[in-house]
C-alpha cells in the first residue's frame, strides 16, 4: 500500500521561503518520478514542477525563478522550496506520484495549506 | 501551456442520474488525459487515466471516452459518494495542465 505523507510550515510572512517534504511509503521510490501541485480559488490545480530519481528537474515556467525541487532517494523523499513567498503564493500544496508510460498521478499526499500574511 | 477547458463548470443532478462532463484541450493530447474526483480540502483521486481507462478500485459506473482535444467523462447512476469537483488534466507536455473543474451537487 503506497502513501504519501508530507509536512512543513504553515504559515509564513511575505519574502520568506516556503519549505514541504514528502516521503513515500511502499512501492519502488525510484521506478517513478515526483510531483509538487497546489490549488487556490483563483488559479484552480497548478503544477509546479517535478523530479526523477536522478535528480533531473521540471519547473513550472511561471515559478521557476524561485522553485528549487530536491530529492533523497535514501530516505525516499522528495521537498520543494518555494522563495520569496507572497500572498498570491497562499495555497493549498500536494505532492504525487507519477506513473510513467500514460503518465498519471495514483497516489498523492495529504495536502499542507500554506497562507502568506504578513 | 496546453488549455483545458472543462464544462460545465457546475452541474445539479439527483441520485440515480446519468451525468455527463466535457474536456477539451487547446492542442491535440493524444490520450495522455486523466479525470480525477476532489472533495473540498483533500487530494484529487484518479478515477480515469491515458483518456479511456477505469483506475484500480474505481466503480465502473465511471467511463470516459475521447482522444485528440475533446474528451468526456460520464457518470451513470450517479450515488451519493458521487457528490464532488471532477477535474481532466493533460500530461501531454509539461507544465501538466488541468481544467478548472466542474462542481456536481444535489438537485
Known amino acids: 500500500q503506497v502513501q504519501l505523507q508530507q509536512w512543513g510550515a504553515g504559515l509564513l510572512k511575505p519574502s520568506e521561503t516556503l519549505a514541504l517534504t514528502c516521503v513515500a511509503h511502499g512501492g519502488s521510490f525510484s521506478a517513478y518520478n515526483w510531483n509538487w501541485f497546489r490549488q487556490s480559488p483563483g488559479k484552480g490545480l497548478e503544477s509546479i514542477g517535478e523530479i526523477n530519481h536522478s535528480g533531473y528537474t521540471k519547473y513550472n515556467p511561471s515559478l521557476k525563478s524561485r522553485v528549487t525541487i530536491s530529492i533523497d532517494t535514501s530516505m525516499n523523499q522528495f521537498s520543494l522550496m518555494l522563495s520569496g513567498v507572497t500572498a498570491a503564493d497562499t495555497a493549498l500544496y500536494f505532492c504525487a506520484r507519477r506513473s510513467g508510460g500514460w503518465q498519471y498521478f495514483d497516489h498523492w499526499g495529504q495536502g499542507t495549506l500554506v497562507s502568506v500574511s504578513s | 501551456d496546453i488549455q483545458m477547458t472543462q464544462s460545465p463548470s457546475s452541474l445539479s443532478a439527483s441520485v440515480g442520474d446519468r451525468v455527463t462532463i466535457t474536456c477539451r484541450s487547446s492542442?491535440?493530447?493524444?490520450?495522455?488525459l486523466n479525470w480525477f474526483q476532489q472533495e473540498p480540502g483533500k487530494a484529487p483521486k484518479l478515477l480515469i487515466y491515458a483518456a479511456t481507462s477505469l483506475q484500480s478500485g474505481v466503480p465502473s459506473r465511471f467511463r470516459a471516452s475521447g482522444s485528440g482535444t475533446a474528451f468526456t467523462l460520464t457518470i451513470n447512476s450517479l450515488q451519493p459518494d458521487d457528490f464532488a469537483t471532477y477535474f481532466c488534466q493533460q500530461t501531454y507536455n509539461f507544465p501538466w495542465t488541468f481544467g478548472q473543474g466542474t462542481k456536481v451537487d444535489m438537485k
Open positions: 492542442q491535440s493530447i493524444s490520450s495522455y
